[in-house]
């Protein structure tokens, strides 16, 4: 089984920028990567998703704003998150869906956006 850990979460001002990363135990090869957040009380909702291929899908309220990429030689993908809003503060979490459509979670890492 995939392990994933998140990590680069924080603190940070409206209009800043924070890159998360996500490392995975084992190979992330042809597993759709994804970054998901959740606020306390609301579903989780899909940020954004990257395939192995390198095709990629955002949500409405980030696009032009955070990248996801995927370096699959390191087993790590990333969000590049730019100019944030204080709307972005959740936990962001990783997951790696494989094949057969199961999705393995990290434990997740705070971003908050705040001045």
């Known amino acids: 089984q995939v392990r994933l850990v998140e990590s680069g979460g924080g603190l940070v001002q409206p209009g800043g920028s924070l890159r998360l990363s996500c490392v995975a135990s084992?190979?992330?090869?042809?597993?759709?990567m994804g970054w998901y957040r959740q606020v306390s009380g609301k579903q989780r909702e899909l940020v954004a998703a990257?395939?192995?291929?390198?095709?990629?899908n955002y949500a409405d309220s980030v696009k032009g704003r955070f990248t996801i990429s995927r370096d699959n030689a390191k087993n790590t993908v990333y969000l590049q998150m730019d100019s944030l809003k204080p709307e972005d503060t959740a936990v962001y979490y990783c997951?790696?869906?494989?094949?057969?459509?199961?999705?393995?979670w990290g434990q997740g890492t705070q971003v908050t956006v705040s001045s």
């Open positions: 990257i395939t192995n291929g390198g095709g990629t």
């Open positions: 084992g190979s992330i090869f042809s597993r759709v």
């Open positions: 997951n790696a869906r494989d094949l057969y459509g199961t999705s393995r």
